[in-house]
Structures are given as C-alpha cells and as structure tokens.
C-alpha cells in the first residue's frame, strides 16, 4: 500500500514538473521579450539622470539585449528545452548584472538605479514564476552583485584618504535600499512559493479529474462492450433456446392432439405439464429477443390499419378464460367514434397482453380490471388513448419511478408472492416509444392501478382501408384458440408464428384453484406410510412432486411458507420439502420456526432452491436445513435423501421412547427404594420405641414421685438456700417433662391411635396453644389473630392442639434466633379464611424463614435443622402425619431471612370421612 501511494506521489510530482516545464519555457521566452524591450528603453533614463553616461550604458544595454535573444532562440531548441531552468537564471542574471554595473559606474549605494533590481526581481516573481530554489537563488543573486557594485565602486576622493568605499554619508542610503531589497526579496519569495502549492493543489485535482474521467470512459467503454456482448448473447441463446425448444413442443402437442385421450390420467398431466412450462418459457424467450432487437436498433414498425373494437375484444375474450378462473371481472370499452387506426398490431398485441395480464396477477379475487380505448386530438396528430386499470393491491409512490425499469420488481424479497422476471413493463414501455407513443402509470396503495398509453396514429373509416390489411377473422380466431397440432400439415412459418402468438396469450399466472392448498388429513397408519409436508408456490412443480412422492409417503401439500408453518404443527409430519422462495415466509423463516418450536424441532427439512451458491446453503443449514436440493434435481437422488432423513427420524423417535421409558422405570425404582427404606426405619423405629417406651416410663414415674417427695423438704432448709434448691428441682422437674414428652411423640408417631372426629371451635385451640408458650413469648413477641369467633373445622381437637403448640413453638424459636432492626417488632400472626369448602389456618412469623436448599426435607422424620439437643426432628413429620389423617395437607411458603408461613388445609366433613378411618 505504501509502495501504491510513493509511485503515485511520484508519477504525479513527475506530470506537474513535465506541465510546468512548458509553461516556465513560454513565461521565460516572454522574459526574455520583455528584457529586451525595456533594456534598451531605458537609455531615455540615462539621459535623464545621467546624461553623461548615456553612451556607455547604451552599449551595456544593447549587449543584455542582445544575449537576452540568444537565450530567447536557444529555448527553441532541444538543448534549450532540456536546460530550460539553467537559461532561465542566466535569463535574470543578465539584467541584474547589466543594472548592478551601472550602480557600480554611478553612485554606488547613493544610486537610484538600485530600484532596477528591485524591479527584476518583481517582474520574475510575477511573470517567470519561480520555484522556491529558483526564487532564493535569484534574491541571492540580486544582493551579491549589488554589494558588489557598492563596495566596488570608486568614489571622487583619495585611495590613500583612509575611507571605505560606502563612506559615512552614504551608509544611511546603503542601508535603505539594502532593507527595500531584501523585503521585496522576501516577499517574491513568498508568494511564489504559495502560488506554486496552489498551481500544484490545482494541477494535483486537474490531473486526478483527467484521470478519473479517462477511466470512467474506459468503463463506459467496458460497459458498452460488455452491453453488446450480453445483447449478442442474449441473441444468440434466445435463438439457439428457440429451437430444441420447439422440437419439444411439437411433439408434446401432437401427443396431446392426437393421442391424449388414449393416456392416463397421470401421463396426460405430466404431458400438460410440460407443455404449461415449456409454454412459459417461450415467452420468456421471446420478450428476451424483443428487448435485444430494440438495443441492437433491428425492431422495425410495421403499421397497419386495425380494427380496434374486433382488435380489443378478440384480446380480452382470448384473455377471459384466465381471468374468470382467478374470479376477477374483465370488461372492454371502445369509443363508438374510433373504427380503424393504423398500429403495429403485432407489437400492440404484446403490450395489451402484458398489461392486462399483469393487471390480471395483482388483483385478487372479486376484483375487477377494464380496458377502455378512446381518441384524443393532439397539437399534431391524434392519439389513441388506451387505458388498462385495476382494483388490485397498487403501488407505492416511491416506486412508482421504477417501474418500467428492465428486470426491476417491487418485491425482491425471497418471501415475494407474486413471480416474474421483471420484463414485461419494460417491454410495453420500450415497444410504445418505439411507435412515438407514450406510458403513464398512476396508482395508489390498496386501491389500484392504471396504466394510459398514449399513441400518435391516424384513423380511418372501415370503407377507408383496405379489406386485405386484415386477417380474416376466422384466421384470428384460428390462432388464438386453435391447437397446433396440424403443424406438420401446413406451412412450417405459419405454424411458428402460431406458436409464437399462443405463446404470448399463455397466462403467467396460477388459477385460483391451484393457489389454495386442500385441507388434506393424511391416513398416518395406513402401511406404516410415512408422512411428507411438501411446500412450493409454484402449482406445477407442487403437483408433480406429489404424484412422485405420493406411492411411497402421505403428502400434505402447502402453497405458502405461513401454510407450511401451520400444518407442520398440526400433522408433524416425519420429513418436510420447502423451497426457498415462498410467499407470505420464505423456507428459512419456516425452517427457523420449526426448530423453535418443540414439538417441531426434530422434524428434517429439506430444502429446494435454484440457487446454488455456498452463500444461500450456508444460510440454510444456518436456520436449521438438513439438506439442499438444488433445481432441477433427479427424482431418485428425492427418494434417496427422503428415504434416510425418515429412516434418521423414525430412528431418533424410537430411542426418545426408549430413553422415556427407561427414565420413567427409574424414577419408578427411585421412588420405591425411597418408600422401601422409610418404611424400614418406621418398623426399626417401632420396634426400638416399643421395647424401650415401657423400659423408660416407669424409670421416670419413680423420678417424679421421688422429687415431689423430696420437694416437701424444702421447709426445713435455711432461707438462704431455698431459693437455690426450688431451681435444682424445677430443672430436674423439665427435664423428667422433656423426656416424658419425647417418649410421648415416639408413641404417636410409632403407634398413631384412631382418632374420634366433631366440630372443633379453632379459637378457643390456638388461645390454649399460646396460653401453654406464654412464658416464651410474653412480653417479646406481637401476637396477631384473625380468627372469627365461633369458626369450626371438622377435625380431632387434640390432634389439632397438638398441630397448632408444634407450629407456634417453631415460629418462636425461629424468631428467637434472628436479630431485629429497631424498626421492626417479633411478630407471629395467626389466621383462618375460607376457600371454597376448605378452612385454611395459617401461622406466620417474621424470623429468619425455611432454606430453600432443606425446604424438600423437613417433613421427613428425625430431620432437624436446630443444634443438637434442642430437638429431635419429629414435630413437624407428626404434624404431617397428623395433617394426613385428616385428609388435609400442610404447606409452607418462606423467603430466607425475611418470613416463614405454615398453612393447614382441613377439607369439609364428608371428605374427612372419605380419608380417615371412624
């Protein structure tokens, strides 16, 4: 890159030298000119200021003169246009050095001839233009030989006297002059140098301009060229297009003519097929071959005079069949006052039917399109005005400047729903101008279209023209509905000018039936078929994969990506076939749905497309494609990639089963193994309590009589030691209680008694509850009730007690191990509230809450998260134990630091009844 940009800069300096080489030659012969002019004119100075002198300075004039147009001739020469620059500064010497002699012979400092240099020096600023080397050479010159001239010269007095050669008097003007002549130095060269960069800045964007306009003609070239190549190959493959073309119509319509009937059903839509498409591309090729005849300049104008109403209606009956299969209304209106006009009917031909026809495709159905033809007087020569509107869906205005631009389309998208190739608006454009008419287009968004062409011909009454100018009408007739299968029996230019015009009559687009995709449930089981989601815009192509794949697979057809989409999440099918480009969504977009959906993701896709790049198929597998099938494709390369992406699936699927069912068994076995060892540890555990319980009990009945005894005691013992031995004894009292107490839950829990179901008041339990915790909570916790007098549950009373003191005893120890800010008050709240037919009594408190990590475990029994000592781990698996029983369930809801609230659900009467035994 560095190296591009030095070779540049040099090339560039290189040019602006080899300009400015011929512009210095001619501003130094000018000089010279003008040296030689004034040189000699200044004799009328010397005569003037020294008249004494006048002889002598004349001869030194007339010598710089005559040097001054030696050097003039010299730069006519070779060698003077080589060494240009050196006889430039021999060019300006000769006039300082002629001006600084006659200093030298005058006054010396006191000279006024001191301005002559003065004045070379402005005259080759201004008219030589020097470079900045140039310049500083010349001012160096100039001040040499004027001290030269100064110190040499020889004033009127003694050499011995002692004095310099500038004496005291004249050093003042020494001075001066020397000061003028070295500003007047400076300043020439100054503004050369800044003249120079901008004649360079000038030349730099001068020469960059040249260069660029001589590479936009060798482009322009280029395109030309390239222009008429693309026209030649146009030309050529049209044609060489045109014949096997035709060598496969012609047989396709003699089969169709003669032997159709005698074929199936099956082979005589292949057949059509064909013919359809084949059809469809001899137009193509034909319009090809108009616009290359119109930029080789080879399209000649062949008018007529016409019948227009016959001309318009034989169209538009031509055209109704199509029209009234997509359900749109067409009509036809000419003015009664035109009767015959003299057109080129061929070429009118094509741009009613490629008006008509693309008012036709944009217009949905129960839409209308009208064809009106009337006369208009021109300022020269009247006009046919024709106009071709629809009811269709319209076009932007932004567009509208582009739409009789060759190839060019409103949509380009690969989700486009309407096909072309953008040829046939170009074609009408190009085919009215080259009769001297004109195309005006207005349309608006949702509303329509309308296209007015304006044509400069001449009419005449039917009686005016001549009977043969006009086929016969039945030959007109003949050659828009007749067959072509009496090819072989009449002339072979007829027959081709037959096709050709049938060719132009061919609708571009579907029929309405061919645009809606049937409603088809595929038989799923039926020989274990599997199923295939086939999606194409194109009908034909549509019908003709289906009639491939429908004996080997179940085809649900789509005509439409949103199609598609839809009916891959209703039917899953086990392979889907989209092509690329599609209405509504194109295959990428469907593709990305399906594997975003999961029902859908696994589903394999293969997709169509005339595109072959690395780009487009890296875009697919991009949104999910399995594979690519590029048109046209082999049929048994279809079946082959179908086959094994089914066989894939179908594989896939059944190892997801297998994987399901085995993780089901193991879930299975995890859950049994879980309830096999809780129930071992409930029967070790009965075991263990059954033996020990008895054991304990009595050891602890002992205890208890033992200590009320010894209570009694305590009269007879000091007063000072009362109050020590009431507190032994009261520690040993509560821990004969905690034991009694865990003796008592290991029964319950171990040995769970039929319980004896009523109406239970709740009040009146939970205000037991807290009356039995009241030496706990009094005094440092807020206890907050919402519960109704009166509200009962259908529940054991004692079980419930039982429930209520184990819930409240957990909120008071998860209160008594949090820290409070001073803002915040230990609360315990206790409600009860309806749902439905369930009563819910939920205890709350603001402590520290459950983890979430032990949340899943502390129902189990033994499970604890307190220090040891201060539990066992069995409240609350006997409140669940106890919850169940009553065909109720407890729930908590916590948040780590911040609550923890238990909920119990007691269901209604009957279902107690239902879950409990009496």
């Not at 008219?127 to 500083?136: D, K, N, P, Q």
């Not at 160096?140 to 050499?159: I, K, N, Q, R």
């Not at 004649?199 to 482009?219: V, W």
């Not at 509230?833 to 939920?842: A, P, R």
Request: aromatic share 8%; with cysteine; glycine share 6%.
């Amino acid at each position: 890159m560095e190296d591009n940009t030095a070779s540049s800069s040099q090339e560039l300096h290189q040019a602006f030298a080899e300009y400015e080489r011929d512009v210095k030659i001619t501003n130094y012969q000018v000089g010279c000119i003008l040296g030689i002019i004034f040189m000699p004119a200044g004799i009328c100075l010397d005569w003037v200021v020294y008249d004494d002198k006048v002889q002598q300075f004349f001869i030194v004039r007339l010598i710089c003169s005559l040097l001054l147009g030696l050097i003039w001739f010299l730069f006519k020469t070779p060698w003077g246009r080589s060494y240009y620059q050196l006889l430039g500064l021999i060019e300006v010497f000769l006039p300082l050095a002629s001006i600084s002699l006659m200093i030298q012979q005058t006054e010396g400092a006191s000279s006024p001839y001191y301005a002559g240099l003065t004045l070379v020096l402005i005259g080759a600023g201004i008219v030589l233009r020097w470079g900045l080397l140039e310049s500083i050479i010349v001012l160096t010159m100039s001040l040499g030989l004027y001290l030269l001239a100064c110190f040499t010269h020889s004033p009127d007095a003694p050499v011995n006297s002692g004095r310099s050669a500038i004496d005291i008097a004249n050093s003042k003007i020494f001075f001066n002059n020397l000061y003028f002549l070295v500003v007047t130095g400076v300043f020439v060269i100054t503004g050369n140098y800044f003249f120079n960069r901008l004649r360079f800045s000038e030349f730099t964007l001068r020469y960059e301009l040249d260069k660029s306009r001589q590479q936009l003609e060798q482009n322009n070239q280029k395109l030309i060229e390239l222009d008429h190549f693309k026209s030649r190959f146009f030309a050529n493959v049209s044609h060489e297009l045109r014949t096997p073309l035709t060598l496969l119509l012609t047989p396709l319509e003699s089969l169709l003519h003669h032997y159709g009937r005698e074929f199936s059903t099956d082979i005589q839509e292949h057949l059509q097929t064909m013919h359809t498409n084949g059809m469809r591309l001899l137009k193509l090729i034909n319009d090809l071959l108009d616009l290359v005849r119109m930029d080789s300049g080879t399209l000649t104008v062949n008018k007529e005079p016409v019948e227009i109403e016959s001309f318009v209606n034989g169209l538009v009956s031509s055209v109704k069949k199509t029209a009234d299969e997509k359900g749109v209304a067409l009509h036809a209106k000419v003015a009664p006052t035109i009767e015959r006009a003299l057109i080129d009917r061929d070429k009118m031909e094509k741009v009613f039917l490629n008006l008509i026809f693309n008012a036709l495709k944009f217009t949905p159905v129960g839409g209308k399109v009208e064809v009106e033809i009337d006369r208009e007087e021109g300022e020269e020569d009247p006009c046919l005005v024709c106009q071709i509107s629809d009811t269709g869906m319209g076009i932007s205005q932004e567009k509208l400047d582009r739409i009789f631009d060759r190839f060019w389309q409103a949509d380009t998208t690969s989700q486009r729903k309407f096909q072309g190739a953008g040829i046939g608006l170009a074609l009408v454009k190009e085919l009215v101008e080259a009769q001297g008419g004109s195309v005006e287009v207005d349309s608006r968004l949702e509303q329509g279209t309308r296209f007015v062409l304006r044509l400069p011909t001449e009419f005449h009454h039917s009686d005016h023209a001549e009977e043969t100018a006009l086929p016969a009408e039945t030959e007109e007739t003949e050659w828009i509905g007749a067959s072509s299968g009496d090819s072989g029996n009449g002339e072979p230019e007829k027959w081709l000018s037959n096709l050709y015009r049938r060719a132009e009559l061919f609708p571009p687009i579907p029929q309405l039936r061919d645009t809606q995709s049937p409603d088809n449930l595929p038989l799923r089981r039926k020989a274990n078929r599997p199923v295939v989601l086939v999606a194409d815009d194109e009908p034909d192509m549509l019908r003709f994969l289906k009639s491939q794949l429908s004996a080997h697979y179940e085809v649900l057809e789509a005509t439409d990506g949103l199609q598609a989409s839809e009916k891959a999440r209703q039917f899953l099918p086990e392979v889907a076939l989209l092509d690329m480009m599609m209405p509504e969504k194109d295959g990428l977009q469907v593709c990305r749905e399906l594997r975003n959906h999961t029902p859908t993701e696994g589903i394999p896709i293969v997709l169509l497309t005339a595109r072959a790049d690395d780009e487009t198929k890296l875009s697919g597998l991009d949104a999910g494609a399995n594979d690519f099938l590029s048109k046209p494709f082999s049929i048994t390369e279809l079946h082959l990639r179908l086959r094994n992406l089914v066989s894939a699936h179908r594989l896939k699927q059944e190892l997801a089963r297998q994987n399901q069912r085995l993780e089901a068994t193991l879930e299975e076995l995890k859950e049994t193994e879980t309830q096999l060892v809780q129930t071992e540890k409930l029967a070790s555990l009965g075991r263990l309590s059954a033996g020990i319980i008895h054991e304990i009990n009595n050891p602890l009945n002992f205890a208890k009589t033992g200590l009320h005894t010894i209570h009694t005691f305590n009269k007879e013992l000091p007063e000072s030691e009362k109050e020590e031995f009431d507190e032994i004894i009261t520690d040993i009292d509560e821990g004969i209680d905690r034991v009694k107490t865990i003796v008592s839950d290991l029964r319950t829990f171990t040995h769970p008694d039929e319980q004896n179901f009523d109406e239970v008041e709740v009040k009146p339990i939970v205000e037991t509850a807290l009356r039995f915790l009241s030496h706990e909570w009094k005094d440092t916790v807020r206890i907050e009730q919402s519960i109704p007098e009166g509200e009962r549950i259908w529940a054991n009373a004692s079980s419930v007690s039982q429930v209520v003191t184990n819930l409240l005893q957990n909120s008071l120890d998860a209160i008594m191990e949090k820290e409070f800010p001073e803002d915040e008050v230990p609360t315990v709240t206790i409600q009860l509230h309806h749902e439905g037919n369930k009563s819910i009594l939920s205890i709350r408190d603001n402590g520290n809450g459950v983890p979430q990590k032990i949340l899943n475990n502390i129902f189990d029994p033994f499970f604890t998260s307190k220090d040891v000592g201060k539990g066992m781990g069995l409240g609350l698996s006997i409140c669940y134990r106890i919850m169940e029983n009553h065909g109720g369930s407890i729930r908590v809801d916590t948040e780590a630091g911040k609550f923890a609230e238990f909920k119990l659900e007691f269901p209604a009467e009957t279902e107690v009844g239902a879950g409990t035994s009496p």
